[in-house]
């Protein structure tokens, strides 16, 4: 006759998780969060043996400090992740730009899904669909900017483990080369911005090979500046170089008559205070 406690599971210590059977919706793995918090788990296997694995998964999760707190999918994610980014003083047509990402090329594939278990796999399929769509890998290299800074929010808020879009590797945008245009296409281009308010701007563009700001004046003093003056040194008067700016014809010892007559001066010119005249 075997003994009546061995029957008997034995009792669990406190946050050491427990699993139970719900009726009408099947076995569940429960523990309790770094916050307190219950945190429920429906197991995959749905035996009391695969809600004790499940179980042991979570513990371990919660040890790594991995364990996500609720189930959310990416489309009710992006909401949180639109205002975020506002909270950042981004500008409206930037959240515009971010929310029309997402919009077009992320939900239609992951919206559905749960943040914490997206894969790897499903972003690399993600981006292959993308491109195989006609996307230029600019275009997707975007897409993965936008979808890696929102899972980089949701380990944040404790919605997935880690940021999954880190193994993955974006695709890499082509390098611009530019060319130089033919005769043709420079009068073709001129014709067709000749009535325009700016053609004349494009017109002096094209047939003086400047760019956007070249035509500005650099300040005085700067690098590029056609004006190139001798530096005063730190320990004299900016006016005690007054030869430097006017060239070499002012004698010498016109100066130093100057600095006799009027001493408390620095050049002896005009503009000393009355008081230093009078002395």
Same mark, same amino acid.
């Given at each position: 006759m075997t003994d009546s406690g061995t029957d008997k599971r034995s009792k669990r210590a406190n946050a050491e998780g427990s699993v139970f059977l719900w009726q009408g919706r099947g076995w569940y793995a429960a523990v309790t969060g770094p916050d307190g918090r219950r945190i429920m788990r429906k197991a995959p296997k749905q035996t009391e043996r695969g809600a004790e694995q499940h179980l042991r998964a979570l513990l371990a999760q919660r040890d790594a400090d991995a364990l996500t707190?609720?189930?959310t999918t990416l489309?009710?994610?992006v909401d949180e992740w639109i205002r975020a980014a506002k909270r950042r003083n981004c500008r409206p047509r930037t959240?515009? !730009?971010?929310?029309?990402?997402? +919009?077009? @090329?992320v939900v239609p594939a992951l919206g559905k899904t749960r943040l914490d278990r997206i894969t790897a796999a499903a972003i690399d399929r993600l981006y292959d669909d993308l491109t195989e769509s006609g996307l230029s890998p600019t275009t997707v290299a975007e897409v993965h900017t936008r979808l890696?800074?929102?899972?980089?929010?949701?380990?944040?808020?404790?919605?997935?483990?880690?940021?999954?879009?880190?193994?993955?590797?974006?695709?890499?945008?082509?390098?611009?080369?530019?060319? !130089?245009?033919?005769?043709?296409? +420079?009068? @073709?281009?001129?014709?067709?911005?000749?009535?325009?308010?700016?053609?004349?701007?494009?017109?002096?563009?094209?047939g003086t090979g400047c760019r956007f700001g070249g035509g500005r004046r650099p300040p005085l003093g700067g690098r590029g500046c056609r004006d190139r003056r001798r530096a005063v040194p730190p320990d004299r008067h900016p006016l005690q170089d007054r030869r430097s700016h006017h060239g070499d014809d002012r004698r010498p010892d016109q100066d130093r008559r100057r600095r006799a007559r009027h001493p408390?001066?620095?050049?002896?010119c005009r503009g000393t205070p009355r008081a230093a005249r009078s002395g």
């Amino acid at each position: 006759m075997t003994d009546s406690g061995t029957d008997k599971r034995s009792k669990r210590a406190n946050a050491e998780g427990s699993v139970f059977l719900w009726q009408g919706r099947g076995w569940y793995a429960a523990v309790t969060g770094p916050d307190g918090r219950r945190i429920m788990r429906k197991a995959p296997k749905q035996t009391e043996r695969g809600a004790e694995q499940h179980l042991r998964a979570l513990l371990a999760q919660r040890d790594a400090d991995a364990l996500t707190l609720r189930s959310t999918t990416l489309e009710q994610f992006v909401d949180e992740w639109i205002r975020a980014a506002k909270r950042r003083n981004c500008r409206p047509r930037t959240l515009e !730009t971010y929310r029309e990402k997402m +919009a077009l @090329h992320v939900v239609p594939a992951l919206g559905k899904t749960r943040l914490d278990r997206i894969t790897a796999a499903a972003i690399d399929r993600l981006y292959d669909d993308l491109t195989e769509s006609g996307l230029s890998p600019t275009t997707v290299a975007e897409v993965h900017t936008r979808l890696n800074s929102l899972l980089k929010l949701a380990k944040k808020r404790r919605l997935v483990p880690h940021v999954v879009t880190e193994l993955v590797d974006p695709p890499k945008a082509r390098k611009y080369e530019a060319r !130089t245009v033919t005769i043709a296409e +420079a009068k @073709h281009l001129l014709r067709g911005v000749a009535p325009h308010r700016f053609g004349t701007l494009w017109t002096f563009i094209l047939g003086t090979g400047c760019r956007f700001g070249g035509g500005r004046r650099p300040p005085l003093g700067g690098r590029g500046c056609r004006d190139r003056r001798r530096a005063v040194p730190p320990d004299r008067h900016p006016l005690q170089d007054r030869r430097s700016h006017h060239g070499d014809d002012r004698r010498p010892d016109q100066d130093r008559r100057r600095r006799a007559r009027h001493p408390a001066s620095p050049m002896g010119c005009r503009g000393t205070p009355r008081a230093a005249r009078s002395g």
